[in-house]
């Protein structure tokens, strides 16, 4: 099992078996009784997208969202990825931990939702973290916030939160999922005092009206662990994954921003007193 920086590799043939079921685990189960194994699309060396500095990023396979600009479509079924073991992904990421903390990077879990898999996703961040030594993230949506255990939480230095629309019925539209259990775990970061980098994608004629924008930033201006606000423009590089797995791609048409409809996202963010990038 190989890694080229900046290119996702598969970590090998396609296993159509899942990952074990763990959300009816216990908080202390999840600590004391960890599976080895879990269902891994990919992993991958990153700089600038995953976190801070050049990371580790594993992506686990699975996601219960169904975005239609998702840029990876193949790592929406669990059954896409490959029964990988933790200590796999371990020894791969040891391989790079003096370069990836020189950069004052770290390691990130993401997918996929990475919460589809809860028990995993923790044993990996808490081996990242404890083992390697590594600042810690985890990417997600948000919506299988209720699954992430206290303990799997302490093990995070980093949340990368995505909120893809205020307005309810866009974002239904967009995920084939409600908002509020995003809304909900972002509110218990906030309670728990978790750094968290927000993460809002702009799509033109969906998510880029004023108001659904200003809905987002008076959110997470309220929430007071917002550190990082990032405007991620629309694009269709993923595109050609949705014909291959013969998927529709209803975005087809649809424009990536200007750079002044990205610059006016990012005052609004910026006029709620978040630093928007």
């Known amino acids: 099992m190989t ?77 896409s990825g490959t029964r990988t073991s933790a200590d796999d992904v371990i020894a791969e990421a040891r391989k790079y931990t003096r370069f990836i903390s020189a950069s004052g990077g770290g390691a990130t879990v993401s997918g996929g939702e990475p919460l589809l898999q809860p028990v995993f996703a923790g044993e990996l961040l808490h081996r990242m973290k404890h083992e390697l030594g590594l600042h810690t993230a985890l990417d997600t949506s948000g919506f299988l916030g209720a699954r992430a255990t206290d303990a799997l939480l302490r093990d995070v230095d980093l949340v990368l939160l995505d909120i893809k629309s205020w307005d309810r019925d866009t974002y239904r539209h967009v995920t084939g999922r409600p908002l509020e259990p995003t809304l909900d775990f972002a509110r218990r ?45 629309f694009h269709k590089l993923g595109e050609s994954k949705w014909d291959a797995l ?25 006029s709620r007193g978040l630093r928007a990038v």
């Open 246 to 270: 013969g998927m529709p791609f209803t975005l087809h048409g649809t424009p990536s921003p200007s750079a002044r409809q990205v610059a006016d996202a990012k005052a609004v963010f910026a």
């Open 189 to 233: 970061l906030a309670d728990l005092g978790k750094e968290v980098h927000l993460r809002f994608v702009l799509v033109p004629g969906l998510t880029d009206a004023r108001e659904n924008v200003d809905g987002v930033a008076a959110f997470a201006a309220g929430l007071g662990n917002i550190t990082r606000v990032d405007v991620l423009p």
């Open 3 to 79: 890694v080229l920086f900046g290119t996702s590799l598969p970590v090998g043939p396609a296993d159509a078996a899942t990952a074990p079921a763990s959300c009816g685990r216990t908080p202390a189960a999840a600590v004391t009784q960890r599976p080895s194994e879990g269902s891994v699309h990919s992993w991958d060396l990153s700089t600038g997208v995953d976190g801070p500095g050049t990371r580790f990023v594993t992506f686990l396979a699975g996601c219960p969202l169904t975005c239609l600009y998702c840029h990876n479509p193949d790592t929406m079924r669990m059954r």
